[in-house]
């Protein structure tokens, strides 16, 4: 099949969504299909896939996805493809797979994701005045209110039911698909002094317990929720790892104000979050939404135990206990720490990690692969 692939930005290092779309092109690829990348811009060439650039210069940030959208629909208009499938709302496309949730649901309710009421009311406010926010849900609603609406493809249960919330699209409009893991990069047995490495580059010890979080939105993600919990669990051998790019200050002053600053980690971001599993014992992220967090996923796939939540929809495929903690609340801190507590235990730990290096043949993106094609398929 002739596809485009169509995401704003193709940089892995931006978030799972970009991870996912960078490492489904060369996959596809791979299977012999013939794919264009369509991006805004993009980290670095992917083997036997075209990138065309979908050029965007105006200068806000609604201007450029304007833009884009219109760059969009000049390649669909100048090229026939068998399949067109998006990762944000585009004017037109035969699959939707919105990996951070619905547009129309992050504007009428993602200040719902705040922890504190000040923050929610201030996030609603922000939400009613942003224009991009805007104007992904108003593409999004045309496109899924259409007569043709594209199929669209929900990562989990979680958020199949909040698509029926805002859309009453048929069945055969639906499909779920939960993410996939390239096993080969993700692969525990692989590269084992790196565990060293990276320990000794942060100045760990190897008797630290630590725990690993790793993210884009560290608000939404629940950084906050676990400092407060590395705080309460008083294990002074426990280290808590914080990967991403986002600005720690807030965080650096939090884990001060509790004491605990040297057991904070803040390493900035990555171009290879392997490693960083390989040098934690266990994943935290008590997050308050994730459709399938893409992290939780590559953490069960390196054989570390996870905490998270049951507003994550990675979480379907854990057990509670078996591989980690699924929270009910992601504002419980007291149970959030007493999970933490739980995995700073050596045998519990192990027994865990075993079962979720099980998990791995459940995750492998092969069969992610066949799965999305017979979608294709239906959708053609």
């Given amino acids: 099949m002739k596809i485009a692939l169509v995401i704003l930005h193709a940089d892995p290092r931006r978030g799972g969504a970009e991870r996912y779309t960078v490492d489904l092109a060369a996959a596809l690829s791979a299977a012999g299909h013939n794919v264009d990348l369509l991006a805004a811009d993009a980290a670095g060439p992917i083997p036997s896939v075209r990138t065309v650039f979908a050029h965007s210069g105006a200068l806000t940030r609604a201007g450029r996805y304007g833009q884009f959208l219109e760059s969009v629909d000049r390649q669909l208009e100048a090229e026939s493809y068998d399949i067109v499938h998006a990762m944000l709302p585009v004017n037109r496309c035969d699959i939707y797979h919105p990996h951070a949730g619905l547009a129309l649901a992050a504007l009428l309710r993602g200040h719902e994701k705040r922890s504190s009421a000040v923050m929610s009311r ?28 594209p199929v669209v493809i929900c990562l989990s249960d979680y958020v199949k039911q909040s698509i029926a919330e805002y859309y009453p699209l048929p069945s055969d409009r639906l499909a779920t698909l939960f993410n996939a893991v390239d096993l080969d990069k993700f692969n525990p047995a692989d590269r084992p002094q790196s565990r060293r490495d990276v320990r000794e580059r942060l100045g760990l010890a190897a008797s630290d317990r630590v725990a690993l979080f790793m993210a884009q939105d560290f608000a939404r993600k629940g950084l906050a929720a676990a400092i407060d919990a590395v705080a309460l669990v008083c294990e002074p051998a426990l280290r808590l790892i914080v990967v991403g790019k986002e600005s720690p200050a807030q965080y650096i002053r939090q884990a001060a104000s509790r004491g605990i600053a040297s057991q904070i980690i803040f390493a900035g971001s990555t171009d290879d979050p392997a490693d960083y599993y390989r040098a934690a014992d266990f994943f935290v992220l008590p997050t308050r939404h994730d459709p399938c967090s893409l992290v939780v996923l590559e953490a069960l796939a390196m054989g570390l135990p996870v905490i998270s939540t049951i507003r994550n929809g990675a979480c379907e495929i854990m057990q509670n206990g078996v591989h980690g903690a699924v929270l009910p609340d992601p504002n419980d801190i007291p149970a959030l720490a007493a999970s933490i507590r739980e995995l700073c235990d050596d045998a519990k730990r192990a027994a865990m990690s075993q ?10 993106m092969s069969g992610h692969l066949d799965r999305l094609l017979a979608i294709y398929e239906n959708a053609k």
């Fill in 355 to 364: 079962a979720c290096l099980s998990l791995r043949p459940r995750l492998d």
């Fill in 122 to 149: 201030l996030s609603q406010i922000g939400n009613q005045l942003n224009r991009r926010r805007r104007r992904f849900a108003a593409v999004e609603r045309q496109l899924l209110t259409r007569s043709d609406a």
